[in-house]
């Protein structure tokens, strides 16, 4: 960083404040980079997916339960009337043996009749049990997220302080050096920034522009060279200010 710029010379002060926002932009491309703060919204993302998940899961653990309930209670409706006509049977020795063999025939199909709910029944508890046990990892797995989010969560904020309080003093910096430029020059040193990606001077070393890099005629660099030191000069391939050196420069 030119520091030791002559304060006399428009073009070192030009070269400061470029040098100063490039380090501005190289911390703000940190700051939005950061590993940490990428993995936040990684971590982030996939717990919201889980929810989702978990929320599709449990519309479906609780219908399963709905129709183990149904079918609780349709075997006991059948179990009572089971229970009913056997006692029937009992108390009715004396009556008519076809009447009995009535009784005994329903029983007998009420019989049949629950071991089809209990199979039923089974047959919904065997897809419980799988929907329960994604459903205990999917907690699990969130409660992981959760904690790896506020740990991320944290550690983006303590570099952000950092980052942001070094912000604060190049801004600082930054405009103290703008402050010395003339109007025209930070005006039309603005438009090429803007206009180029964040760069709007350049230092000419040797034969080249570092702004551009790319080399210049040697007739043109000569031609720079005899301009008077006042002049502002740019690159004739990018359009940046080319900033020639000064006398303890480059
Ligand atoms: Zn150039």
Redesign the pocket.
């Given at each position: 960083m030119s520091g030791a710029a002559p304060a006399d010379d428009p073009f070192a002060v030009l070269l400061a404040v470029q040098d100063l926002d490039t380090a501005i932009a190289q911390h703000q491309h940190r700051k939005a980079a950061l590993a940490e703060r990428r993995e936040l919204e990684q971590v982030r993302a996939r717990a919201a997916e889980l929810q989702a998940a978990a929320v599709r899961l449990d519309a479906q653990r609780a219908e399963l339960a709905a129709r183990l309930s149904h079918l609780e209670q349709q075997a006991e409706a059948v179990a009572s009337r089971r229970r009913a006509l056997e006692g029937r049977l009992y108390g009715a020795r004396g009556a008519a043996g076809r009447d009995l063999q009535a009784i005994e025939a329903e029983v007998d199909q009420l019989a049949r009749r629950l071991d089809e709910l209990e199979d039923e029944e089974l047959a919904v508890l065997t897809e419980q049990e799988p929907l329960d046990a994604e459903a205990a990892r999917q907690r699990g797995e969130l409660g992981e997220l959760a904690a790896r989010a506020e740990q991320l969560s944290a550690q983006v904020a303590e570099i952000d302080a950092v980052l942001d309080r070094e912000l604060a003093e190049l801004t600082r910096r930054r405009q103290a050096e703008a402050a010395r430029l003339s109007e025209p020059l930070a005006r039309r040193y603005e438009e090429i920034r803007a206009r180029l990606g964040g760069t709007g001077a350049?230092r000419l070393v040797g034969d080249?522009?570092?702004?551009?890099?790319?080399t210049?005629p040697s007739m043109e660099v000569e031609r720079i060279r005899r301009l008077p030191p006042d002049t502002v000069v740019?690159?004739?391939?990018?359009?940046?200010i080319?900033v020639r050196s000064w006398p303890g420069g480059s």
């Open positions: 350049a080249h522009c570092d702004g551009c890099h790319l210049l740019t690159c004739e391939q990018c359009g940046r080319l």
